[in-house]
C-alpha cells in the first residue's frame, strides 16, 4: 500500500512566520505534489516535483517555494505567511504517468 | 488554457444510479482521471480513461469521448458512504506530469 504521509494536519501560525509542510511517500515515487484546496476553487498545483532537486511552478507559486533534497520527501515552505494562505494543503505523489496518492493534508490556518 | 466543467451538486436515492458529467477544454489531451474525495479527508483514486469509451470497475464505470471533450462517472446501486466530492481531472500535453482538476461535485445519498 502506497503510503503518503504530512508533518501536521492542523497547523496554526501568524502572519510573517516562516512555515515549513513536510511530505514523505514510502513506495519510491518520482513524482511529487503540492496542491492547495479551497472551497468553490477546487485543488490548485502550486509546485511539484519529478526528480531529486528538480522543482517545476504549478499553477499558483507566488508566495511559496519547495524543497526536494531526497526522493522520499518534498517540502513546501511559506516564506512569510499571509492570511490569504490559510487553507487545506495536500501533498501527492505518483509514477510517471499514473494515478497520484495523496496525503491526508494539512489545514494551516495563518492569524 | 485549461478549463474543466462539473456540477455543483447532485442529489441521488440510495439503490439508484447517477451520473456525474465532466467537460473539458484543454491545450494538450493524455488521460483524465476521477477521484473521490469524502468531507475531511485526501482525495483517492477511482478511474484513468485515456482512450475512448467505457471502462468498468464494480459498482463503478468511467466514460471518454476525447473528439467530444466529455467524460461521466457512472455509479451504480448507490450507498449512503458514496456521499462525497467526485472530482474530474485532466493530464493535458504528452509527458506532462501535471493535473487539472476541476472543482468538483458534491454528491449526496439519501435514503
Known amino acids: 500500500d502506497v503510503k503518503v504521509t504530512q508533518s501536521s494536519r492542523y497547523l496554526v501560525k501568524r502572519t510573517g512566520e516562516k512555515v515549513f509542510l513536510e511530505c514523505v511517500q514510502d513506495?519510491?515515487?518520482?513524482?511529487m505534489f503540492w496542491y492547495r484546496q479551497d472551497p468553490g476553487l477546487g485543488l490548485r498545483l502550486i509546485y511539484f516535483?519529478?526528480?531529486?532537486?528538480?522543482?517545476e511552478k504549478g499553477d499558483i507559486p507566488e508566495g511559496y517555494s519547495v524543497s526536494r533534497e531526497k526522493k522520499e520527501r518534498f517540502s513546501l515552505i511559506l516564506e512569510s505567511a499571509s492570511t490569504n494562505q490559510t487553507s487545506m494543503y495536500l501533498c501527492a505523489s505518483s509514477l510517471q504517468g499514473r494515478e497520484q496518492y495523496f496525503g491526508p493534508g494539512t489545514r494551516l490556518t495563518v492569524t | 488554457g485549461q478549463n474543466i466543467d462539473q456540477p455543483t451538486e447532485m442529489t441521488a436515492t440510495e439503490g439508484a444510479i447517477v451520473q456525474i458529467n465532466c467537460t473539458y477544454q484543454t491545450s494538450g489531451f493524455n488521460g483524465l482521471f476521477w477521484y473521490q474525495q469524502h468531507a475531511g479527508e485526501a482525495p483517492t483514486f477511482l478511474s484513468y480513461n485515456v482512450l475512448d469509451g467505457l471502462e468498468e470497475k464494480g459498482r463503478f464505470s468511467s466514460f471518454l469521448s476525447r473528439s467530444k471533450g466529455y467524460s461521466y462517472l457512472l455509479l451504480k446501486e448507490l450507498q449512503m458512504k458514496d456521499s462525497a466530492s467526485y472530482l474530474c481531472?485532466?493530464?493535458?500535453?504528452?509527458?506532462?506530469?501535471?493535473?487539472?482538476f476541476g472543482k468538483g461535485t458534491k454528491l449526496s445519498v439519501i435514503p
Open positions: 513506495m519510491d515515487h518520482e513524482n
Open positions: 516535483s519529478y526528480d531529486v532537486k528538480m522543482k
Open positions: 481531472a485532466v493530464v493535458s500535453g504528452a509527458g506532462s506530469y501535471q493535473l487539472t
